[in-house]
């Protein structure tokens, strides 16, 4: 089947076209059918072609499609690279992104026809886009996927554009996406002049041969392209902006695409990174800071989007750090069990906000339990697995990054642990808030809260299942001597290499120490946040520290005092005086003298013979003159 791996973003790629070509022909049941059947197709191709890598002694392949680019000694194939690592990410990709486009087609009913499916033609150009990332066999391909998902997050965080808003907000995460990808755009040139190519296995195996200096250097470009995708400080603060979109958009960006992306190219880069030893240190610590940063906001915020979209900033902290210490194939682990868990706390965001009439602020929620039982208990598993709680999923991918951060250097763990029992915190502080203790609402709300319909119950419980059961893949050997089935799985991609890098160890007691400081802890912290918000959740204004995490330590106003302001002053500046007075002078003063000149010149045209000969005689002496000038 691995000859048939076009096929995976071939179809959403149909849908997008067919969707977007015939948008105002399609009934919206029709358009639903075209987005959703197309990822289900593209999901299938993916589980079939997963089955073949998963045999024993299977190599990676390429599979080169068309010459793309051919100039002078570069050549750069349009082709795709099938291993245990891509395959993976294809499942997440249409696995998790089929149920949450099944989702949209009822949450997104009130929208008209060509509207609805301009929306599913959007999300399928999401997923193909993400699709051509993960399956590119050289950073030319990952590049083009690359900034695909970043031009479908501006379309889709401002899918309704009429809201300026929410149209700044879809600005605010392209503008910044931008600053990023230049990072990797310079990183791409200097591989392509230096290597000679941009194919992965070629760079790999030509990169212990280049400089400490040169790697370095490439390394942290690309890191900061990531710092931009996978919104890491300083280029974060655009994620928890990007709620403005409707919340599948939410989901899809959150757990599928768009910000898996920085992750999946790193991981894909590893063997640069095992090179640049100063660049993993970075992207470990700059992980770490982000995970803490954002954790701390979140503890204060009222939006259950925000929430959610801060404690996203704060995982894939989680998931740098795992990539900064080695431990590739943890930080992939934890991406595939957030992808479970993540989607299914935005998808029960948005069955809650769908239930409550559109309201987002979990003050004027409460005792949503008895009226929305399926979404109760599919966000309450949804905590579980973020929280870190034993055995749900996150526990599992938090654990082995954790574990493998305290080998590398034993204040990580720390300090690891201490943004997990700040992820159990504000979770449950959600939790209780939304679903425990009193309603809060408005009498009219409580008489038309109802549960959500099945095609949005469904994916919930779906993803709740996998949230629940999905980190047992890779459950760590101390268990069982067959365990860890997904580490073994990406082995053959994050197998040493000549660097000798390998993910650090540490001894079984020791290891089973780790995990019962942070299983328990974080059972601790889940207990009190239920007792604590369930009795008496806040409701009124927070103060002192409190106001300061509820403002988000005022990073956006910092940015829009140093940055924002400023250019826009500069902007202002050269609008007013270098275009109007300089660019728009010399083009109208153009025009004037062209204008003075033809009135002075029509004064030739007198109608007198007499004048016209003398003016014939004049140019005679003149042609005379010249001539005898060119002959000198």
Not at 17 to 29: A, D, Q, T, V, Y
Not at 374 to 380: P, Y
Not at 384 to 395: K, R
Request: some cysteine; glycine content about 10%.
């Amino acid at each position: 089947m691995t000859k048939f791996v076009y096929l995976v973003p071939l179809f959403p790629l149909i849908g997008f076209l067919i969707n977007g070509l015939f948008r105002r022909w399609i009934s919206k049941p029709l358009s639903g059918v075209i987005g959703s059947g197309m990822i289900l197709a593209s999901f299938v191709v993916s589980l079939l072609i997963f089955f073949e890598v998963r045999e024993e002694h299977f190599q990676p392949v390429i599979v080169t499609l068309f010459e793309f680019i051919h100039a002078g000694k570069l050549s750069i194939p349009f082709s795709f690279l099938v291993d245990p690592l891509s395959v993976l990410f294809l499942l997440i990709i249409t696995g998790v992104g089929f149920l949450i486009h099944v989702y949209s087609t009822s949450y997104m009913h009130e929208e008209d026809a060509p509207a609805f499916s301009k929306y599913f033609c959007f999300l399928n150009l999401f997923v193909f886009s993400m699709l051509l990332l993960v399956l590119g066999s050289n950073y030319v391909i990952l590049f083009i996927g690359w900034e695909g998902v970043g031009l479908c997050s501006y379309l889709l965080i401002g899918y309704w554009f009429k809201n300026e808003e929410y149209s700044s907000a879809a600005k605010k995460a392209f503008v910044m996406n931008r600053i990023g990808d230049f990072g990797f755009l310079i990183a791409l040139f200097a591989m392509i002049n230096y290597f000679g190519t941009a194919s992965f296995d070629v760079i790999f195996q030509q990169a212990p041969k280049a400089t400490t200096g040169f790697i370095t250097m490439v390394t942290l470009l690309l890191f900061v392209g990531a710092t931009g995708k996978s919104a890491q400080i300083p280029l974060y603060t655009w994620l928890p902006d990007a709620m403005a979109g409707p919340t599948p958009v939410s989901a899809l960006i959150h757990a599928a695409t768009m910000v898996t992306a920085g992750i999946y190219m790193i991981a894909r880069s590893h063997v640069l990174y095992d090179l640049a030893p100063v660049t993993q240190t970075v992207v470990a610590i700059i992980g770490l800071a982000t995970a803490i940063l954002a954790a701390s906001i979140a503890i204060k915020q009222n939006d259950i989007k925000k929430v959610l979209a801060y404690s996203t900033v704060s995982q894939l902290g989680y998931m740098f750090l795992g990539l900064g210490v080695g431990a590739y194939d943890g930080a992939v682990f934890h991406v595939m069990t957030h992808a479970f868990f993540k989607a299914l706390l935005f998808l029960g965001a948005g069955s809650v906000i769908h239930a409550m009439g559109g309201e987002q602020d979990i003050r004027k929620m409460g005792a949503l339990k008895k009226f929305l039982p399926i979404t109760h208990i599919t966000f309450l598993l949804g905590c579980l697995a973020i929280a870190g709680v034993p055995p749900f999923s996150g526990f599992f991918s938090k654990d082995e990054i954790l574990t493998a951060a305290f080998a590398k250097n034993p204040v990580y763990y720390i300090i690891g642990v201490a943004g997990a029992m700040m992820t159990a915190f504000y979770m449950f502080r959600l939790y209780a808030t939304t679903f425990l203790g009193k309603f809060r609402g408005t009498a009219d709300q409580e008489h038309h809260i109802h549960e959500s319909p099945a095609a949005i119950t469904i994916p919930l419980i779906l993803l709740a299942i996998l949230a629940t059961i999905g980190g047992f893949v890779g459950i760590p050997e101390i268990f069982a001597t067959n365990a860890r089935l997904l580490g073994r799985f990406l082995q053959p991609v994050f197998q040493s290499n000549e660097t000798g890098n390998t993910e650090p160890q540490i001894e079984v007691g020791l290891e089973w120490m780790l995990m019962g400081v942070s299983a328990g802890l974080a059972i601790i912290t889940v207990i009190f946040a239920w007792l604590r918000f369930s009795r008496k959740p806040e409701l009124g204004e927070p103060t002192g520290f409190g106001k300061l995490l509820y403002n988000k330590w005022y990073v956006d106003e910092f940015y829009d005092a140093v940055l924002v302001r400023p250019l826009n002053a500069f902007a202002d500046f050269l609008n007013k005086v270098i275009e109007k007075n300089v660019i728009d002078g010399m083009v109208n003063g153009a025009g004037r003298l062209v204008q003075y000149g033809s009135r002075q010149l029509r004064y030739l045209q007198s109608g007198q013979v007499g004048g016209y000969v003398l003016l014939m005689v004049i140019s005679v002496v003149l042609l005379f003159i010249v001539q005898l000038f060119l002959r000198k």
